[in-house]
């Protein structure tokens, strides 16, 4: 119950928001707040109810969706399937804390406010859906759903040039998602429901008395081509695309059949696709040039949310889809995939330390900071993968905090250049305190949790098989280029004496330099104390993970 | 934080528990982090009592601890992070270098803060300074009690942060802020080394932890390259060449966190580190490690020699003590490394604090603008000529106890290996104690001796300091006497300190001796008798500029960095971004070409396309070039409408 409620409360509030009259312009703001914290206990909840020591999805929800017999094509069903597991499960926590901070970050908004929530709302529940989902279908539509209103969040509350952003955002973003697409109806026609082809086929009376043996004979039925194809049921269920054995001997995405396309096997090809897919939303060099003009463009609480959430789902994409259904892919590639996963680091790393623009840098580090979630996952190795989805949990954190610490200097003088400022340190002492941790944290200082992330990411990738020494040793000079561009961040604009660019008061910004508000410290401080928390507990984490991870990774032990 | 497991033997003492004696090891480092957090909320009245209370609660409560340890270290073990069962724990270690290190670290770092008070008494942020320095102490306790070498690497990042704001203390000021970057990013460049050492040293060892590592590393013996990435570390944080020139600059904190930095603290957290892993190099990584301490400890002799920064002459003389340590530790010495880092450790506080008053009475640390101040500041005068002649080496002194140890092993050590060329680390060792004699002579003379010359200050208005800073200079310059360390005023062999810590051979040469004290006498000579020689001269301008390293690092390091990363931003603008924006032109000039085909041509696909891109193009129409951008989303959304239909 508590997966959907997760994702059809803020539906529900958005529907709400939308059918309230205008003028309860301030309300709006209220509901979304409730309900963003109902999301927080709700996962919490989640958190706490989890048992950690078994493998598999947990909290499922079932129930037939859509069943349609298409005759010698077999039965097609859908299924309204959510669950989590260890992958999961901490990006949803994330999620509903992130998205509490973005609403406390959109407070003082007052143009459009009606719209804004409603989608806001809309926002937050397909997030949850595309975490949750186990139905490829069913998280295929969240995904694609979660486009729109994140298209019209940039493109009517952005800065000056939202519109080439959002289009932008939207049409790479699209691009992915048809790759994905075609994957998706690839393996859907591949792919058998081994349950309820028994049922089809005779076997069994009911789903309930299905047992693994029956299973294994069914699999070995179809194997063998003695199952009738009307009988069979073809299915997006997630726990049966991930396992070779549901594959249709003549089925082009069969891991034995290995039919050429454009030179590539067929199952090469889909797994490049899916990658692209969601290498597009981690971004992973070169797929990432919409991510620092979609993040300069939006709105604090948008950037916020982006960062601290969106890009996740493409590393999540990666463990749950692209390596899961692939693993013959994710092997053969390894050094190339590996490889773009350093050129991340170092190039995202490198382009931080050119940027003037204060926001434009921290989008760059996201770019340095995601290729370690790559990193990670490519080494496929225990502490890569736990660490890479550590990170992903740190990097929300950390890249929330980052970019509402912009939205705070903004929100004074609508200016973000980094050569505008001098010296912040004397005016505003406890903005600059905040800062050196959100940048000390994000550096990789022990203690938080960016350092437990890049430390086990790294070491991943320095004992895996895949791949060579020499490139994770490249890799760490990513930690070194983070000090950099962080701290020469910090030495030009808030130390030496003060200085600031002349900027001419607009409407919506204080017109001097005061410190942080009650409000503001309300986000940053949890943000900081949650950073520090999970740095100096790592376990936190890494309990939720070990369990599925050391489950996942049995398939490439083989080898 | 999860189950304590425990092992050591029966103890000596009975009053202390095994208990009691793993409580004390948790609490040690607990005490300044607690200290850094109660800091912040404290009054600026009592922030130097407290801090001052609390270290010194940690120096009674570590020599408790080293008195009743026993032959077994303590050791402690608690979970950290299990990724699918595999398992890095935090882990403490006390043995007897680490008392050792516990007590010397307690115990500078309680005189600095009592000097503090009295030097820092006018500071604003004075809170704030007692906090960095609690947090500065507290990750040097958790380097010194480390039990693995993740737990090393942990705080000895939190080392380089607490140097970090403490070098940047006067952050209003430009130069201290970006020495205070300077410090943390070459301190990082080490580091990723250091990192590199540890990820090789797990996929060698399959564990982090020192006790297992130096039982295998005796077994088998580890990479080269393992070695070396460790050293990396200590080549950044101990300021070897070529790491060396952030330290100077390091100058720009308040000057008894410099004699906290350079003795006790920081730069002793790297040959603490070789005495860690000195099992795990081989003997190819410490012919290096001798080579580098070697060229460290004359390049740091020779930049001391003509500065005119009082502070940067002796941070030159760390630089070249600390080559002295690591050519030692590289000789097989560990021992005499410990030994001299721990002798060093308090004439190098006592001549800071020393040079700290004498910075207060005349307000500037040209020492051209000193002189003849020996009757003004007569009890500095003292506590500074004892230190200089202990860090000097001359007998009866700590310094040459020390030295004496390092230089008999080193040259041990070069009759032992195969090519005479190794000869050369003794003897430039050696050639470099004489240089120390030579500029601290020259130091010498140039604060106390001719006349006075500075035009500002009135020599009536320089005036010696209140016992606050007194007390722990002459402390620390009685503590530079060599009695204490041996009884024998020209041999450290039978010494307590090789009690504790014993020397795997003892070399002794009848003819050190009379040379290095010979060298000694001859350098101080011409220190004191030398006339300051033109700064013009080519010579003299390398001494200043040490080699010119930050000149080569700014032109084939920052600069060529820089450039690469404007290069590659603007390549990200005009290449990536621009194929992705070229790619959605061609599309929707594509898009074109195919309405007019489709005008000319069918026309009933034509209306549909045309709906659509209607339908999608009243969507987009507030879009600033929305005619262009909806034909590519119609485009893509067709082409998925009709890719749905075929499948």
Not at chain 2, 400 to 420: C, P
Not at chain 2, 454 to 474: C, S, Y
Not at chain 2, 494 to 511: D, K, N, V
Request: charged letters at 10%; one cysteine or more; proline letters at 4%.
């Amino acid at each position: 119950m508590i997966l959907s409620l997760l994702i059809f409360i803020p539906l529900l509030g958005s529907l709400v928001v939308a059918l309230l009259p205008a003028s309860q312009s301030v309300g709006f703001r209220w509901i979304a707040l409730l309900i963003t914290l109902v999301e927080v206990v709700l996962a919490g909840a989640a958190y706490i109810i989890f048992d950690t020591t078994i493998t598999g999805y947990q909290l499922l929800e079932q129930a037939n969706w859509i069943t349609l017999p298409l005759g010698r094509l077999g039965i097609a069903s859908i299924d309204y399937l959510v669950g989590v597991d260890g992958i999961s499960l901490p990006l949803v926590v994330l999620s509903a804390v992130v998205m509490l901070i973005g609403v406390v970050s959109s407070w003082p908004l007052t143009h459009r406010t009606k719209a804004y929530y409603s989608l806001y709302l809309l926002l937050t529940g397909t997030i949850m859906g595309c975490f949750v989902a186990l139905d490829f279908f069913l998280f295929f539509l969240f995904f694609e759903f979660m486009l729109l209103p994140m298209y019209f969040l940039i493109g009517l509350w952005g800065g000056p040039r939202r519109e080439y952003a959002s289009i932008k955002f939207f049409l790479y973003t699209l691009l992915g998602s048809l790759l994905i697409l075609l994957v998706m109806i690839g393996l859907y026609l591949s792919v058998m429901d081994p349950v309820s082809t028994a049922v089809a086929a005779g076997l069994v009376a009911d789903p309930s008395a299905v047992t693994t043996d029956i299973v294994h004979t069914l699999q070995r039925y179809m194997q063998n081509g003695q199952l009738d194809s009307a009988q069979i049921v073809h299915t997006f269920d997630m726990r049966y695309l991930s396992d070779g054995s549901n594959y249709l001997p003549d089925a082009f995405l069969n891991p034995a059949a290995e039919p050429i396309i454009l030179g590539l096997p067929a199952r090469m090809l889909a797994f490049w696709a899916v990658f692209i897919g969601f290498a597009i939303k981690l971004p992973i060099v070169p797929l990432h040039t919409w991510l620092p003009d979609a993040h300069v463009e939006a709105p604090t609480p948008v950037s916020v949310v982006l960062a601290g959430v969106l890009l996740k789902i493409g590393g999540y994409g990666f463990l749950r889809i692209a390596w899961d259904f692939f693993p013959d892919g994710a092997a053969e590639y390894a050094r190339i995939l590996g490889g773009l996963g350093v050129l991340s680091i170092v190039y995202g790393g490198l382009n931080a330390l050119a940027q003037t623009d204060l926001k434009k840098m921290i989008a760059y580090s996201s770019v340095s900071h995601m290729g370690f979630v790559l990193l990670g996952i490519v080494s496929l190795t225990a502490e890569g993968i736990n660490g890479a989805i550590y990170q992903m949990v740190s990097h929300g954190v950390l890249s929330a905090m980052l970019f509402l610490i912009v939205g705070v200097l903004y929100d004074r003088t609508h200016d973000r250049r980094i050569d505008s400022y001098r010296g912040l340190m004397q005016p505003m002492p406890r903005y600059t305190t905040l800062t050196v941790i959100a940048f000390f944290a994000s550096l990789g200082l022990p203690g938080f949790s960016g350092f437990v992330g890049e430390l086990f990411t790294l070491m991943g990738g320095f004992q895996s098989d895949w791949l060579p020494g020499w490139m994770t040793a490249i890799a760490t000079l990513g930690i070194l280029l983070g000090a950099a561009y962080f701290l020469w961040t910090l030495q030009r604009m808030f130390f030496g004496s003060t200085w600031v660019r002349p900027f001419e008061p607009q409407a919506g910004s204080t017109s001097v330099l005061s410190d942080l508000n009650a409000r503001e410290k309300l986000m940053l401080i949890p943000l900081g104390l949650m950073a520090l928390l999970l740095g100096i507990f790592p376990n936190l984490i890494f309990n939720l993970t070990s369990t599925t991870v050391a489950q996942w990774l049995v398939k490439f032990s083989v080898e | 934080m999860g189950i304590f497991a425990a092992n050591s033997e029966r103890l000596r003492m009975p009053v202390a528990t095994p208990q009691l004696l793993h409580l004390l090891t948790i609490v040690l480092p607990a005490l300044p982090f607690a200290g850094f957090l109660a800091l912040a909320v404290a009054s600026r009245r009592i922030a130097g009592i407290l801090a001052i209370a609390l270290t010194g609660i940690g120096l009674i409560l570590s020599i408790g601890l080293a008195l009743s340890l026993s032959k077994q270290p303590i050791t402690l073990l608690a979970n950290w992070a299990i990724l699918s069962g595999v398992s890095f724990p935090i882990s403490l270690r006390v043995d007897a270098l680490a008392a050792m290190m516990l007590i010397l670290v307690h115990f500078v770092a309680l005189l600095v803060q009592i000097y503090s008070i009295s030097y820092l008494h006018d500071e604003p942020k004075l809170r704030r300074y007692f906090a960095y320095l609690q947090l500065f102490i507290g990750s040097m306790l958790g380097i010194v009690m480390a039990g693995n070498l993740l737990v090393m690497y942990a705080f000895w990042e939190l080392v380089g942060l607490a140097s970090y704001l403490l070098i940047g203390f006067y952050a209003e000021r430009q130069a201290a802020s970006k020495a205070a970057m300077k410090a943390f990013l070459m301190n990082r460049v080490g580091d990723i080394g250091f990192l590199l050492g540890i990820f090789l040293t797990y996929y060698y060892f399959h564990t982090l932890d020192f006790e297992i590592l130096s039982l295998k590393g005796a077994s088998a013996i580890a990479p080269t390259v393992l070695g070396l990435c460790l050293f990396m570390g200590c080549v950044g944080k101990s300021a070897q060449f070529p790491l060396l020139t952030w330290l100077p600059d390091a100058m720009e904190g308040p000057t008894p966190v410099s004699a906290l930095l350079h003795a006790a603290t920081m730069v002793a957290a790297g040959i603490f580190l070789l005495a860690r892993i000195h099992p795990l190099l081989s003997p190819d990584a410490l012919v290096v490690i001798a080579l580098i301490g070697t060229i460290t400890a004359v390049w740091g002799g020779y930049s001391a020699l003509f500065q005119m920064d009082i502070k940067k002459v002796l941070a030159f003389s760390t630089v070249s003590q600390l080559g002295l340590m690591v050519a030692a530790m590289g000789t097989g010495n560990v021992s005499g490394a410990m030994f001299h880092l721990l002798t060093h450790a308090f004439f190098k506080a006592g001549l800071f604090l020393s040079v700290g008053a004498v910075i207060h009475a005349v307000h500037t640390q040209d020492m051209r603008h000193m002189g003849g101040l020996r009757k003004t500041l007569s009890t500095t005068f003292i506590g500074y000529t004892i230190c200089s002649a202990a860090l000097a080496g001359l007998p009866f002194l700590s310094g040459f106890l020390s030295k004496e140890v390092i230089l008999g092993e080193a040259f041990a050590w070069a009759s032992d290996q195969r090519s005479k060329l190794a000869y050369f680390v003794p003897v430039l060792l050696l050639l470099s104690s004489g240089l120390t004699a030579l500029y601290m002579a020259r130091q010498w003379r140039l604060i106390f001796f001719g006349d006075y010359r500075n035009k500002d200050i009135p020599l009536t208005q320089a005036h010696e300091p209140d016992w606050f800073m007194r007390g722990p200079v002459i402390l620390l310059a009685i503590f530079s006497i060599g009695l204490w360390f041996s009884i024998n005023p020209l041999s450290a062999h039978g010494s307590w300190f090789f009690q504790i810590l014993p020397i795997t051979e003892e070399a002794s040469f009848w003819w050190l001796a009379p040379i290095s004290i010979g060298l000694v006498l001859v350098g101080g000579w011409v220190g004191f008798r030398m006339p300051e020689p033109h700064t013009n001269s080519v010579f003299v301008q390398i001494s200043i500029s040490y080699g010119f390293l930050d000149v080569v690092y700014k032109y084939i390091v920052i600069s060529p960095t820089h450039r690469l990363a404007s290069l590659l931003s603007r390549a990200d603008r005009r290449v990536i971004d621009g194929l992705v924006n070229g790619a959605g032109i061609s599309t929707v000039v594509l898009a074109h070409l195919t309405r007019v085909v489709d005008r000319l041509g069918v026309d009933g696909l034509v209306n549909g396309i045309a709906w659509l891109a209607g339908r999608l193009g009243r969507m987009t129409r507030s879009v600033q070039n929305g005619q262009v951008q909806s034909y590519i989303t119609a485009a893509v959304v067709g082409l998925l409408l009709v890719l749905w239909w075929i499948l």
